[in-house]
């Protein structure tokens, strides 16, 4: 088991100033950045926490003096190889604690998000290591996130959302944003989780609905949610090493173009939290 920090810095903190503020912005440069754009706009970075311009501008000056961010021309910033260690760590926790809070506490996977939200900059390394060690070194969260490992790495690959797909087309549902709980708690009413196989059998002309048969049942499903759910489709064909997802795209990592995947019975069928209790 990793020793604990004798400094109190928690795992993936960077610099003494890795206070709550610091990691919130590093994880929203990194949600940001990770799957397209090399920057991230002050703009974009104030929609995403929900302040002011101003008060991005002030914080990416101390980002930038403590050397976590990178400032480019045009009120852009990029994070620096520390500054991505700080993003990477915060995610690690933030993971960690949402599956720790769906499978041992039972929390529905439409609340774990926001509850981790706040825990996440609590939590030290080593309760961040006993709660991995405990979920068996979990390789993705409830929502199909993958999880950074102890070494802070992570790999993303390609995926399709269910809305593109085709009437025929099948596949395995693999990840889905937290951002909505709304459209989380509306998949588990409907007993669709994580991991589920599915036909797609009908879709409906002009942006209309489309349904899918999962285990026998159908299932009709407005096209803002199917567009939120990311799937892996019999026909998605990714060589191993192949660039990472389209923009938008949290996938699992796993055995890229395949169905099957290595441990599919403890990583993407073990999120208790995702399925629709009795």
């Not at 991005?56 to 520390?82: C, F, N, Q, W």
């Not at 064909?237 to 099957?260: F, I, M, Q, W």
Request: charged fraction near 25%; charge should be negative; glycine fraction near 10%.
């Amino acid at each position: 088991m990793t020793e604990p920090r004798t400094d109190g810095q928690k795992e993936g903190a960077g610099p003494a100033v890795a206070s709550a503020a610091v990691e919130d912005y590093a994880k929203a440069i990194y949600s940001l950045t990770g799957w397209g754009p090399e920057t991230a706009s002050t703009n974009d970075l104030a929609g995403k926490l929900g302040v002011k311009a101003g008060s991005v501008s002030a914080m990416i000056k101390k980002l930038d003096e403590a050397g976590l961010v990178e400032r480019v021309p045009y009120h852009r910033v990029r994070l620096t190889a520390e500054g991505t260690r700080v993003a990477l760590g915060v995610l690690r926790r933030h993971r960690l604690l949402e599956l720790f809070l769906a499978e041992v506490l039972d929390v529905p996977w439409e609340r774990v998000h926001d509850e981790a939200e706040v825990l996440e900059h609590a939590l030290s390394e080593d309760l961040t290591e006993l709660i991995s060690v405990k979920l068996g070194d979990p390789a993705f969260d409830p929502h199909g996130d993958p999880i950074p490992d102890r070494d802070l790495s992570m790999e993303e690959t390609a995926t399709e959302d269910l809305a593109s797909l085709a009437p025929g087309d099948r596949g395995r549902f693999v990840r889905v944003s937290d951002s909505n709980p709304e459209m989380l708690a509306y998949l588990s009413e409907c007993g669709i989780a994580v991991g589920d196989d599915f036909e797609l059998v009908q879709r409906q002309p002009f942006d209309g609905p489309i349904s899918i048969l999962i285990s026998g049942d159908t299932h009709v499903l407005g096209l803002t949610l199917a567009k939120a759910m990311r799937v892996v489709s019999a026909g998605l064909n990714v060589k191993p090493g192949a660039a990472a997802a389209a923009p938008g795209d949290h996938t699992p990592a796993g055995n890229r173009g395949s169905l099957t995947r290595p441990g599919a019975s403890s990583a993407w069928s073990r999120c208790g939290g995702c399925r629709r209790r009795p």
